[in-house]
């Protein structure tokens, strides 16, 4: 299961960790990145020990959970860009970018 989960959306993973190793998205950088898949990794050696994975499941794993993660972090971020673009758009013409900031708090 974990295998064809692992595979099917761990590809998609592959775009955005790349983007952000080019500095494309400057919030979650490759350090960030890197500290979660530790982190998964790490979880994932638990589990292993515990015996709910076999250690070849634990990639498959990894890929689907930091795929989740970017999809939630991608919504997240664009929810709010989506926000300031409304607020941006309300306000009256010539307001500067510290008024929108402002007004976004």
Known sequence: MWKKLGRIVSAPVRVPVNL???GVDKVMDAATLGIIRH???ALGG???ARGYLSESDVPEAVGAAITVGVMV???LKN???KAAIQ???AMPQG???ADLKAAMK
Request: aromatic share 14%.
């Open 46 to 48: 638990y589990l292993v």
């Open 73 to 75: 972090w991608s919504y």
């Open 39 to 41: 982190v998964l990794t």
């Open 87 to 89: 607020v941006a758009l």
């Open 95 to 97: 307001s500067s970018e």
């Open 20 to 22: 952000a190793k080019k």
């Open 79 to 81: 929810r709010r860009a």
